[in-house]
């Protein structure tokens, strides 16, 4: 093939360009061929790609007949690739965030206990190292956010992807966190803190019940006065509980329903600053 | 009175008519409602609330899709709007691209039926992943809320899109900014797409859609 200046992978098989004729090959298997076409070119294809697979498949009718049957049974499977695999990547991305989170501390303490001793080179190499890290940091962080705004965009828009993906891996699967009530959704997160609350109580101590879990990190409750805390995140809870349904039905975006959770947070802004008027 | 009468032909296959004292936006359809509208005749309901196209057309502004051309759609959810255009390119076929597997299940169900329509389970912000796939098309529909969607609208344009072929680009500002003011939101995406195309004509989607425009520009 060394004649040839360039190699096209397509979807219907190969085209191979030689001064300007088209040698034009079809596969026997054009469900691979198909799914081999992505290209790594960046490149426009330079010739008409229809006029080339009539050239094989004979006529228009059945160029687009086949293209179209092709794709549908790509597109099945890989919807059902798509579904089962999206969530267990966010979850292993998360998990992998928490430990650069470690990582990142540990170094961070060991710096500072060299500066103490005064050992430049070394805490150079592990400022640079905590640096690398932390750019890692950033980049798994958009990676799940993309991610979640791909297959769960209302609960992406409502509380933003780290702390939707913390709910599904606390929950096991979007498919079980569409199952929950608003109410455990609240307090999702907060079970560790709920044990001890009970345990204490079993003991006859006093103990408060922790009212909030994941959700407690989202800016709308945490920049609310302790007072109406446990309100928004209520309310907060019932709309992902929504959300988190669409999301696992439908998975399409709903407009008013961020709009809602912006309104009330608005709503209490307002309360909170009325009353610290008076 | 359960009759149609068309008021106004817009354009190949989309009429204005009257049904039960009321008006609506129809596509002439042989197939099914896809998406809870409804369908009288030989006509199917274009709910502008669900379709930003149906908004466009409703607020005075067509575009003259002809039956035989070839559209890339970029973000096809469901297929809402895909179902109507399908139903207006009867001799054309739609390429439409989607990445989201749960509403691309659903606009699966559309392409089965409909031989026009070939379903692309892909990023649009990666054309070189279907240059193989998709030929040159006349026309490019973008509807994705992406921060970046004018970039990518004009990445796909280079792989696909014929010099003079048209393009709608629909725009919301939230998902473009913010907290910035619409307003500059939109100021900022012409600008942009001014670089590498035409814009024929922009406005409103109000107020059917808040806070969006659609762009309609040539290459
Ligand atoms: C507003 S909805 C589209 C509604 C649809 N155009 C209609 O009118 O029926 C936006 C869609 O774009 C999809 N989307 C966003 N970014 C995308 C990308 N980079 N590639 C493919 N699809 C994308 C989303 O998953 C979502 O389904």
Do not use: C
């Amino acid at each position: 093939m060394s004649e040839y200046k360039s190699e096209y992978k397509v979807w219907f098989g190969r085209v191979y360009e030689k001064d300007s004729e088209l040698e034009v090959r079809k596969s026997d298997d054009l469900v691979q061929s198909f799914e081999e076409s992505k290209s790594e070119k960046l490149d426009k294809i330079p010739f008409s790609l229809k006029e080339a697979g009539i050239r094989v498949f004979g006529s228009e009718e059945d160029y687009y007949s086949s293209l179209r049957r092709t794709a549908i049974q790509i597109a099945e499977k890989e919807i059902e690739r798509e579904l089962k695999g999206s969530e267990r990547y966010l979850i292993s991305l998360l998990k992998a965030l928490d430990e650069l989170d470690l990582g990142i501390n540990l170094f961070s303490e060991k710096i500072r206990d060299l500066e103490e001793i005064k050992i430049d080179e070394n805490t150079e190499k592990f400022r640079r190292i905590v640096r690398d890290l932390k750019k890692l940091r950033r980049d798994i962080e958009d990676e799940i956010n993309s991610g979640v705004a791909r297959s769960m965009p209302n609960m992406s828009e409502i509380v933003g992807g780290i702390i939707a993906a913390r709910l599904i891996e606390k929950a096991g699967s979007l498919k079980r966190l569409s199952s929950l009530p608003a109410s455990t959704i609240q307090i999702l997160g907060a079970e560790k803190s709920l044990f001890k609350a009970m345990s204490r109580m079993k003991k006859g101590k006093k103990a408060k019940t922790p009212k909030h879990g994941i959700i407690f990190q989202h800016p709308f409750i945490r920049t609310l006065p302790k007072s109406l805390r446990g309100k928004m995140a209520r309310f907060l809870a019932s709309k992902l509980a929504i959300a988190a349904r669409i999301d696992y039905y439908s998975g399409e975006l709903k407009e008013d329903l961020f709009e809602s959770v912006k309104r009330k947070y608005e709503e209490f802004r307002e309360k909170s600053k009325a009353k610290s008027r008076k | 009175m359960t009759d149609v009468e068309i008021l106004k032909q817009i354009t190949h296959n989309v009429f204005l008519v009257r049904y039960e004292n009321r008006e609506f936006l129809v596509t002439k359809s042989k197939f099914k409602p896809h998406y809870g509208e409804r369908k009288f005749s030989d006509f199917r309901e274009w709910i502008p609330y669900r379709s930003k196209l149906a908004a466009m057309i409703l607020n005075g502004y067509t575009v003259d899709f002809r039956p035989e051309i070839k559209i890339l759609y970029l973000g096809a959810a469901s297929g809402t709007t895909v179902s109507h255009l399908s139903d207006i390119l009867e001799k054309g076929h739609i390429y439409a691209i989607e990445y989201s597997a749960r509403p691309f299940k659903k606009f699966l169900e559309l392409a089965l039926e409909r031989k026009n329509i070939i379903p692309l389970l892909k990023d649009a912000s990666r054309p070189e992943e279907y240059a193989g796939i998709v030929e040159e098309v006349d026309f490019i529909y973008q509807d994705i809320a992406q921060k970046n969607q004018s970039e990518i609208f004009a990445k796909n344009a280079e792989f696909f899109l014929k010099k003079g072929g048209g393009g709608l680009i629909m725009v919301k500002a939230r998902s473009i900014d913010s907290v910035a003011e619409p307003s500059e939101v939109f100021k900022r995406v012409l600008s942009e797409l001014e670089r590498s195309f035409s814009i024929v004509k922009y406005g409103k989607l109000d107020p059917y859609h808040k806070d969006h425009i659609f762009v309609h520009v040539e290459f």
